[in-house]
């Protein structure tokens, strides 16, 4: 699908695009590569909706530069960018969110923003800007035909991610316990290769995760085969791409995971507790999961209405 972006020949001085019109930015956060990647699609989603030009923060380019083309897109001169009525978004996007004010040059308010409502509408362009340098990607495809060379039945791949690190930290309980979560089980895994299993023919899953040792020591009894470590993100990112369809646990890696791959989704679900400030005003899955995607819930009976959070006194 051809995009339509913006012209580097723009004369960016932090006030006015041609004709006139205030390009449109946002607040960029401190979040590593799926973070920065929601950050730039919120901005491309609602800069589409109210038909404005956009420029990237430094920073968020900083990032994504690294990874895709996004040279095509003004970056904002902060020594010279002066905010003019910051527009605050929340948590999902707002029908108000499609007419931004002209005077408005700033996307501010969530700081974090993973709702995929904010640039569905614009889903393949974004997977267009999102593609991979021609060699991460022939490295993907060449580690598929690979795997096809060891499991020559192989007809469809399923890549797995697995988020732990900063989720599961033992000194503090990492995030899933700071907002009162349950880590992903056993359970959930064996449900999700049950699910492709049972509907397609010769299937082989491919997990990639920040803690593959431990994949590699609990997901075999899955049958699922553990990634060598890769040299950074970008290439397990792009591995998972370039899969059929995706099982993930949690986090915004994961979810690009799915999303750029665009088959079917298969994702861990009711691991925040209900009804709390989390679920009820941030993090609601239906806001963060396409309603294509399929929820898988292992959560006991009774165990939100016992669950008692250690790390909270």
Known sequence: MQISRFSLSVDWNGINAPGGFPLLTIHTNQGRLGNQMFTF??????????????AL???????????????????????????????????????????????SNIIKGNVY??????????????????????????DAEGFLRH???????????????VRRGDYLSHSDGGWLRAFDGREVDFEFFRR???????????????????????????????????????PGPAEDLAL???????IMTYGTYGFWGGYLAGGEVVYFTDFL??????????????????????AISTTPPGFWENYTNPFRT
């Open 41 to 54: 699609a919120t901005l491309y989603g609602l800069g589409r909706l109210n038909h404005r030009s956009i």
């Open 57 to 103: 923060m430094p920073s968020n380019y900083e990032v994504l530069q690294k990874y895709f083309d996004v040279s095509i897109f003004p970056v904002v001169d902060q020594k010279h960018f002066v905010e003019v009525q910051p527009w605050q978004i929340g948590n999902w996007l707002k029908e108000e969110d499609k007419a931004i004010p002209l005077s």
């Open 113 to 138: 923003p993973t709702s995929y409502t904010f640039f569905d509408h614009v889903r393949e362009e974004i997977k267009e800007i999102f593609r991979f340098s021609d060699k991460t990607k022939s």
């Open 147 to 161: 795997v096809k060379t060891v499991r020559p039945s192989t007809e469809v791949y399923v890549g797995v991610h």
């Open 192 to 230: 999700a290769v049950d699910y492709f299993r049972n509907k397609y023919g010769n299937v082989t899953f491919l997990a990639v995760s920040d803690d593959r040792e431990w994949c590699r020591q609990n997901l075999a009894q899955f049958g699922i085969l553990t990634t060598p470590d890769s």
């Open 240 to 246: 998972l791409a370039e899969c059929n369809h995706t």
């Open 273 to 294: 507790k209900p009804n709390s400030s989390m679920t009820l005003e941030y993090f609601r899955y239906e806001k963060m999961y396409p309603p294509d995607w399929v």
